[in-house]
Structure formats: C-alpha cells, structure tokens
C-alpha cells in the first residue's frame, strides 16, 4: 500500500520525537536505528526512506528537544525557569527533560552539524532568557547577554552534575539545591 505524502511526514516527524526522546534518555551511542524504528513502530529497513544517516536524525531529534524546551519555558519568567530547570524533577525526567543537560556531553563528540544545531538551540535559548532582560537589572545587551549565558551554564551544569551521581545520592540533591541557591541569590543581586 502506497503511503501518501501527507503520511510520510507525519511518520518522519514521528520518528524524529521518538528519536528525540530516546536520544535524551540513552545518548546517542545507546540507541541503535533497529531499536529506534521498532520504537517509533517501523521497520529498520524503513530508516534510510527518511533520513540519509543516523548522523541526519541526530540533528533533527536535537533541534526537536529545543523546540520542545523552548515551548515549554515560553513566556516563564527567569526565576520560575530557574525552579523548573535546577530540578530534581527535571533531573529525573532524562527523556522529557532538556536536550542541551542530557546530550551537550555527546554532542562534544560528533559532526560539525551535530554541533551547530547544538549551538543554534543554545543561542535560541538564551535569546529567551535575554528576552527577561528588565529582571537582570541591566538595560546594556552584552551585559544581559552574559547574564543570560551565566544562568543556563549555571543551571545545564547543575543538572548534568547531579544526573552524574547515584540517583538517591545525597550528593545529587545536595548540586541542585547550591546551584539553584546560588542562581537565585545572583538574580535577586540583580534586582
């Protein structure tokens, strides 16, 4: 049976979240295209009708999780951004959570491609929270700018730190809470 052009879209974007996803939760050495594709519920031969490599979904899957991150902190002020992000929950949360703290370590490896699209999600996202700018206290662009850059490393690092650790480390919790102490304090310096 023929699949209609509509639908091979649709599939492709379907294949592109389920990518998204399971990229975020294993990395991308951990899951295979025959995973993947039973995942999304395709067969492995389907793979090479969407994508030339898995190099090629890499970059769409990376550019869907920041699209999904960006919607999800959309119009969220900086300090309840803040309390989302230097989460347990979003600590927790691997395969939901943000694809720059559960992929930038991965990300370092790969392609040039992998990584501008890595550099283009960050760039965007930091845009938003520059866009927050009057909350920095400072009307001078370079300056919300490094603000902006602070918070989100202060914040991608806190996570990545903590997913590091045993899940009921204390330690684990003990990186969130500093972090999350310590962004808040440099927001309310900026206030």
Known sequence: MKVTKAQAQANHAHIVEIASTLFRERGYDGVGIADLMAAAGFTHGGFYKHFKSKADLMAEAATCGFTQTAAKTEGV?????VEYYVSRWHRDARSDGCTMAALSGDAA???????????????ELLAGLEREGSVFGVVDKREARAKAIDILAHAVGAVVLSRACPDES??????LEVCRAEIRASLASSD
């Open 77 to 81: 002020g900086i300090k309840d951004f």
């Open 109 to 123: 490896r790969q392609s040039e491609t992998i990584k501008a699209t890595f550099a283009a999600g960050i760039d």
């Open 170 to 175: 204390p330690l684990a919790d003990e990186i």
